[in-house]
């Protein structure tokens, strides 16, 4: 077996007592000819490493650059630097595997995070880089073990999908048809039911309408996949390929669905905080550092630790969009015509104004329920007004809406005749109907992404810096 | 609050002291218009709720079928039936959606397989389906929390890519272009340089090429995540969809790659035998009633939990390519010219081959390593003979085939060379090759098709019956 090395995060972890261990990892840095500050991955704290002086020739030495990995067996003694408790004494160094410095991509310097997007490749052996994924690690686990341990059942939704029923955005075709020349119809359409699926298939932009099914006879389910939209959006919050984690329950209720989303979302922050401590003080530190260079005004008030706690400690508040319509037209903001999008009852709330209501008026989450039922989807549950629908958007500080969900539509008549309003085809739906006709029950569920909540626990403000391998218009590299 | 239901699971493990408690679920059966068998999918044991004769009307009664959903409040006794410690006297029934029995698709009787893959979003309502999903979701978090305890980090390969240089199988296009009418260049090729991601791009094939990418600074890595062939395989065994697990090691050699995969098979399904007893007992039963139509000697020696305790507490069993080779050839079956396909060194071993291995002669799984490289991809390490490399496949007794992995070649010469003799194109794959010019580092890794797994732990015989909603050739139904 090759692999008989401790990890460092183990080994910074263990006590100093003479014992003679092996490491393996890439160099960061490397000083005075001496000093190797060796990292595995395992943990955003490096080794120090200390390389006897003229045990090793020059052309050794030399090879010792960034990111050159090594192989070192040696003693743990206690270290008399600071910043660590431990250190190896090397006993025997191995290259095992040059890095030539002058053709290394990323120097041991500062990098743009654009500069880094381009280095996607290489960008995990950077501390920003390695912390982000490492916590994003935490919380795609915490996700599993949170509904685990409820008892909800993971199902894997399909992600060809004949269906664009939904009507949840743009879609990616999917197809072996040759483009050059795909096979026609007699009226020259195309003819895909010669194509691979025997009709036109297209990439999921949700789960929820297959998790419905799920959770009409097992009772309570997640999804925890990739969906797309493509979207010709450019911007810091959107990508063409996103994870979304969509749970669905049986006999639920639009509180229980608020009850349940709110919980998972302070379990799963504080699975992070309780298992990423390190890496989550080098992000904190980062964010101050990159706030350094904005005005006063535009630095937050709580650091990404504060906030988080901040987020876990505190209930979030529940409102009606009604009411929220009330408190932006109340509010100064408004009165001083600051708001760029008109505010009245029935808008479709724009950015700035869910940004007010989180991030100044109540300074926390917010849990944004009964929305007009024009501007949400056709599945979602009337309300008695006959205006309003059991929907709920949870809106939080700095990132805006995390959460969508609602009570599902379980009465057929009215369900039907909600879709002939909207013009969903009700023949094509005919399996998602039957769930209503046979043994209905109240459920609901909701849709996080998860790269939007990875920003929020990382403060990473561009979501092409929180998934390995960004999807975005004219961009599919690696 | 809608939901202050107890689950049934938990109220079959509880002890009935004259509680009051609310359920909800599907009826499974009525019997005598007194006893309900009902079930919530949180486990496949129905509990039984009596209706005090003479309580209800008729008109009540009747509306109790099959798949009609109750909410029932009552008080949990023991009960004097067998097949149950307690069940519940209804106090109050309200009947949450009716079923009618004279349109609901499924009878209370047996149906084939086939006939619920066509009614794939109400079969989860079935004790074999409920069992095979509750199962899958066991190993599924049972693969997460193996690798979580490990240090290995969960990472989200691309789905949508533009790299097709790995060879691994026919590959969907994903495109935003119209069909009818696509953009074309001066020489009259379809122009994907107009497409939503500016070049031509597919659906994953494999997240290796960029897991290796992780693992190469995170250490290690897994990934678990939908992967897709467009091939016309129509049988029992091949999905165009389907969920592969892809575990990448840094500092990892052929040996501790065959190890790792080792431990890792058997704690999934010890992990499924530990907490889905009742699952796993029924569909064993559901198998053994299978058989029974089968000639003796076609049925399995082994029941399904005697051949998973087999496998969690045998050692797998481990040989060369070349003397699997020659086991084959002195073989009685090769002697007397049982084997359809020939065997000599070089060829691809036949699913009879593999399975004549693993059923007949070590009766146990098998990990055959050191294949010759003219069968194997370009990325696998190169041994000293020149002649093989350092893959290993795991057979397993009645699936055949459920892991591939290897070695990879870390050593940048060697791959390029073997690149050029397999035709594969180093400038698409520059990034890849980074990774070997910067820091290399021996590691390697395996994929393991979930499905596959699903299969052997549930004794399904067909693959579209482990996964929610199969795709497969002329069919994305759902």
């Known amino acids: 077996m090759f692999n008989k090395r401790i990890k460092i995060k183990e080994l910074l972890a263990t006590a100093a007592q003479g014992q003679q261990v092996t490491v393996m990892g890439w160099v960061r840095t490397f000083r005075n000819n001496q000093f190797v500050a060796l990292n595995d991955g395992s943990t955003n704290n490096n080794l120090q490493v200390v390389i006897e002086l003229g045990k090793y020739d020059d052309a ?3 090879r010792i650059t960034t990111s050159a990995s090594l192989k070192v067996t040696g003693i743990l003694v206690e270290s008399l630097g600071k910043g660590q408790s431990v250190e190896v004494k090397a006993e025997e160094v191995e290259i095992l595997g040059d890095s030539d410095a002058e053709t290394y991509p990323l120097q041991p310097k500062k990098h743009s995070l654009e500069f880094l997007r381009e280095k ?32 909800f059942f993971y199902l894997h939704t399909p992600i060809v999908t004949a269906s664009d029923a939904e009507g949840a955005g743009e879609m990616f075709r999917v197809s072996t048809l040759p483009f050059d020349n795909p096979p026609r119809k007699e009226d020259g359409s195309v003819d895909f039911s010669e194509d691979f699926f025997g009709r036109a298939t297209n990439l999921t932009v949700s789960g929820q309408l297959e998790g419905e099914l799920g959770a009409t006879a097992l009772g309570q389910i997640y999804t925890f996949g990739p969906t797309f939209r493509a979207e010709n959006s450019n911007t810091a919050r959107h990508l063409a390929e996103f994870w979304m984690i969509e749970p ?3 006999f639920y209720d639009l509180e229980d669905n608020a009850a349940l989303a709110e919980e998972f979302i302070q379990y799963i922050i504080r699975y992070a905080m309780e298992n990423n401590g390190d890496d989550l003080e080098f992000l904190r530190q980062r964010l101050l550092d990159e706030e350094k260079g904005k005005p006063q005004t535009e630095r937050s008030e709580l650091d990404l630790i504060q906030k988080l706690q901040f987020v876990v400690e505190n209930k979030f508040e529940r409102i009606t969009y009604t009411e ?6 109340q509010s100064n903001h408004y009165k001083k015509k600051k708001f760029q999008y008109d505010v009245k009852w029935g808008i479709d709330m724009q950015s700035e104004h869910e940004r007010y209501l989180v991030e100044k008026h109540f300074k926390k989450p917010v849990i944004v329920t009964d929305y007009p039922k024009e501007i949400k989807a056709f599945y979602m549950r009337q309300n008695e007004d006959g205006k309003t629908v059991a929907a709920m958007d949870i809106l939080a500080p700095g990132i805006g809406e995390i959460v969508g969900g609602s009570q599902r539509e379980e009465r ?8 002939k309003e909207m013009h969903v085809p009700a023949e094509e739906l005919w399996w998602y109907l039957d769930t209503r006709r046979f043994g209905t029950v ?3 569920g909701f849709g996080l992404g998860f790269e939007r909540m990875v920003q929020f626990v990382t403060g990473m403000g561009n979501i092409r810096d929180v998934i390995p391998f960004p999807r975005t218009p004219k961009n599919a590299e690696f």
Do not use: C, Q, W
Request: glycine share 2%; no cysteine.
């Open 60 to 62: 050794f030495l030399k």
């Open 120 to 151: 996607a490749h290489l960008r995990f052996r950077t501390n920003t880089f390695s912390s982000v994924f490492r916590v994003r690690h935490s919380l795609a686990f915490a996700v599993h073990k949170f509904f685990n341990d409820k008892g």
């Open 248 to 250: 669905e329950a049986a």
């Open 324 to 329: 929220a319509i009330d408190i932006l037209l």
């Open 412 to 419: 057929y008549d009215k369900l039907v005749e909600r879709m």
């Open 442 to 444: 109240p459920h609901a």
